[in-house]
């Protein structure tokens, strides 16, 4: 069973300009989460999927950061324009339901110059 | 509002020694608790969760973990540390009422283990 898959896997940018991250979930699962993890910290929940409808984005700073699930599959996460504590690892994790467990991609490693 | 506390951002074991990383949650109502394993340039790994049930829980790769709802802890052991268990764990809870499954984690413990 193929995993939770996430690109790019790292992405160099400088501060005000935009990036975009993307994430597909493992088959079958309705329950898609993206998570912010700066370094030396957990993961902290950014925005929660299910199919195509948002559950929890109580933490999504959403001035500059937005995401989408349009066909309630794959999502991206945009952040424009970007700001230098943005740098952090994005992990996108998915379950088959809200309470199931969660299995995590990579993530994707931005730097914010 | 929940909050996850993990004692020790650093912990060094030798080699088949107990590991013990240490997790405490502040909630209102006992949560659901889990234990992710992050090894270095990957995703996060579960390593065991408590829902229900007997407070013992075992996980993968050796690992164990007890509920204790009196202390409100979630510590995690194992009888004897091994080189490849050297990595960043982190604990993490979830709240029972929204059961929407968001994780909360706490700041983390990285695992040294000496040769």
């Known amino acids: 069973e193929a995993g939770v898959a996430q690109s790019p896997r790292y992405k160099i940018i400088e501060k005000r300009q935009s990036v975009a991250f993307w994430c597909n979930p493992i088959s079958g699962h309705a329950t898609l989460y993206w998570y912010q993890q700066i370094l030396g910290q957990g993961p902290k929940l950014l925005i929660q999927?299910?199919?195509?409808?948002?559950?929890?984005d109580s933490q999504l700073p959403k001035d500059r950061f937005s995401a989408e699930r349009l066909k309630g599959v794959d999502s991206t996460l945009k952040i424009q324009p970007a700001k230098l504590e943005d740098s952090a690892v994005y992990l996108c994790a998915s379950s088959l339901v809200g309470l199931g467990t969660q299995y995590f991609g990579p993530g994707t490693r931005l730097t914010v110059l | 509002a929940q909050s996850v506390t993990q004692l020790g951002s650093h912990v060094s074991v030798s080699e088949g020694a107990l590991v013990l990383l240490r997790c405490n949650y502040s909630s209102s109502v006992p949560p659901y608790l889990f234990w992710y394993v992050q090894y270095p340039n990957q995703g996060l790994q579960l390593l065991l969760k408590?829902?229900?049930?007997?407070?013992l829980v075992k996980g993968i790769n050796g690992f164990e973990a007890e509920f204790k709802k009196s202390e409100t802890s979630f510590h995690l052991t194992k009888p004897s540390a091994h080189m490849s268990d050297a990595a960043e764990y982190f604990c993490a809870v979830s709240d029972r009422a929204s059961n929407t499954g968001k994780l909360i984690f706490g700041q983390g413990t990285t695992l040294q283990v000496k040769p």
């Open positions: 999927f299910q199919n195509n409808g948002v559950v929890d």
């Open positions: 408590y829902t229900t049930g007997a407070t």
